[in-house]
């Protein structure tokens, strides 16, 4: 009788065994345990489009190919129009815009996901020569319309106002125009499709002007102008008190493949948020009390 006990507590011991040891196999060919680690990230991103917006995505495409070394992301300018026009043709993985995609007519919008990864607040930038610091919106207009050839004519030097814009496909240009000019149309004067290349020619040309993202002040070359007595900061922006800012979009035409929604939920992940957005001079969305449509109109969160 004790036999036949050991004998079935025996079989019992080595069917549970057995059944253990399938357990911690895997089901089926292909499939791995949920200890092992993830199949790693790999792949080439280009991104191209808004200059406003290129410094940030640099940024964290750096802090990105760092911790997915199999990752390769190439970021490229252009303007906000070759962001939408490139990335809705399909040679760009992520078009950057400084505006809706909705308020180009050539863009098919339905085609595009968006995502509002920072935003950028923006105001004149003025060679130091031209003694200005503050303009009211009305004389700052009348010096882009051509109206003002002169900086003593609103109380700076005896310097002649040299304009320095973007062109028409430039998101920079099309905020700075509706929100700083009231949508009035600027007169004729250098034209550059680079951020960078504005700064330098402000800062070379004695009396110019010109318009730059906040996130290009980062030295004293050129004067970050203030507009009706309120400072181009960022806590004024968030507030909605300075008007000149758009959002910075990351377009995909439809659903991103799984390496560029890796990147845009890493965009969007707090660590970026947090830490990358605010040091490269932008705020955070989560920042912002107020907030816009496509239509222009600001309403509060």
């Not at 549970?16 to 092992?36: E, F, H, V």
């Not at 020619?201 to 009396?207: C, D, L, M, R, Y």
């Amino acid at each position: 009788m004790k036999q036949k006990k050991w004998i079935a507590l025996t079989a019992i011991l080595v069917l549970s065994l057995i059944l253990t040891a399938c357990g911690s196999k895997d089901t089926s060919p292909g499939q791995t345990n949920t200890d092992t680690k993830k199949e790693e990230l790999s792949g080439k991103i280009v991104i191209g489009g808004s200059t406003a917006l290129q410094p940030l995505a640099a940024a964290a495409a750096a802090e990105f190919m760092k911790e997915h070394p199999q990752v390769q992301i190439e970021v490229q300018g252009g303007g906000s129009g070759a962001g939408l026009s490139e990335v809705s043709n399909g040679n760009f993985d992520i078009g950057m815009s400084d505006v809706f995609a909705e308020s180009k007519s050539n863009i098919d919008a339905s085609q595009l996901k968006d995502y509002k990864v920072a935003v950028v607040g923006m105001t004149a930038a003025v060679n130091k020569d031209a003694g200005i610091k503050k303009l009211s919106k009305e004389d700052l207009i009348k010096v882009f319309t051509g109206k003002v050839k002169n900086w003593s004519e609103v109380g700076g030097k005896d310097v002649k106002i040299t304009l320095v814009n973007r062109p028409d496909g430039s998101g920079t240009r099309a905020t700075f125009d509706e929100f700083a000019l009231d949508k009035q149309t600027p007169a004729e004067g250098i034209t550059q499709d680079s951020s960078n290349t504005v700064k330098k020619i402000v800062n070379e040309t004695p009396g110019a002007i010109g318009y730059l993202a906040l996130s290009y002040f980062n030295d004293d070359s050129v004067v970050k102008l203030a507009i009706d007595g309120t400072d181009a900061t960022e806590d004024n922006v968030a507030s909605g008190k300075f008007p000149v800012w758009a959002y910075e979009h990351m377009y995909t035409k439809g659903d991103p493949k799984p390496v560029v929604k890796a990147f845009i939920d890493y965009m969007m992940a707090d660590p970026v948020q947090s830490n990358i957005v605010p040091a490269q001079g932008y705020l955070s969305v989560t920042k912002m009390q107020v907030e816009r449509d496509a239509e222009g109109k600001l309403t509060n969160k």
